[in-house]
């Protein structure tokens, strides 16, 4: 696809947006920060990163990266790369995806049935946090973009809520890359089913005008939207305040700061980021942000107006 050269910034933001949120909150996870914190990407935390290391949430990003090609996703690929990755024995990992693919399916219709088959608390934030990169190789198709993040996140969270929040990402980030606005969110729920529409809705209000305090429990996957939404909305989308109000909100803070840059970074670009940030980026599979540049170009097939 043809992109203008700030599209190609705001396509390559998309991840390296997701892998600053991601590195920045490493090591704050399960913390809440004071007012005079001061915020800064220095790694430790519950699993000891080093300084600029992301987690499992970009880690995982990759991984979907890895089946995505213009106008393509190969779900077979993404569930061997996350097996693969799961032998790797990765620090860090939530209890959804470890009960998956604990059970080291490599097809994608075993790992889904794996998932269908989980009872309980179903709906973590755990595809929430690694769908960005969905919306890059769907750049061209609304419609194969909502249905392709809905089918991997299935791949390891069988549940309703969990899908809908990774389509209207995907959506959102998709029309960011490619107008620099965040006007998707609510485009998407204004075409949505109106089921959709009328759960949706009045959560994105009270992110809009509440505190973390509205929607605590950022493990599950509708609180962590939340947070990155009024993260997100209160930041006025400056993308290093976006990522530090996550981190502030507290708990899951890599993963909400993970959800919140991949679409901030759609919408203002890579360029936005600190680059004493980008600079520290890596991590899985021995990454850097170098990388994630040239896995944005692979999978959107770049060439520039």
Sequence with gaps: MRLSEQQLDRATGVLVGTAAGDALGAGYEFTYPSADTRILMKGGGTFDWAPGE???????????????SA?????????????????????DI????????????TTAQAMAARAAGLSGRTGGN???????????????????????????????????????????WGFAIRHAVLTGTLD?????????????????????????????ADFPKNGWVVHALQTAWWA???AEGDVPTTLEYCVRAGNDTDTTAAIAGG???????????????????????????????????????????
């Design 232 to 234: 997100i909305t209160t």
């Design 126 to 168: 755990g595809s929430l946090m690694r769908t960005a990169p969905v919306a890059l190789a769907f750049l061209d198709d609304a419609a194969a973009c909502v249905d392709a993040a809905g089918a991997i996140s299935d791949l390891t969270h069988h549940d309703e809520r969990a899908r809908e929040a990774c389509r209207l």
């Design 263 to 305: 679409l901030v970074g759609a919408c203002h670009g890579a360029s936005a980021v600190p680059n004493e940030w980008v600079e520290m980026l890596h991590g899985y599979p021995d990454a850097t942000a170098a990388d994630l540049s040239v896995v944005t170009r692979r999978i959107i097939g770049a060439t520039t107006t």
């Design 54 to 68: 992301w987690t499992d949430d970009t880690s995982m990003a990759l991984c979907v990266a890895e089946g995505l």
């Design 94 to 105: 939530g209890n959804q995806t470890r009960a998956v693919l604990s059970a080291r399916s």
């Design 71 to 91: 106008s393509h996703a190969d779900l077979d690929a993404i569930a061997a790369a996350f097996a693969r990755w799961y032998d790797s024995n990765p620090p």
């Design 184 to 212: 998707g969110v609510r485009l998407y729920l204004s075409e949505a089913e109106a089921s959709t529409n009328n759960y949706w809705s009045p959560l994105l209000d009270i992110a809009e005008t509440g505190t973390p």
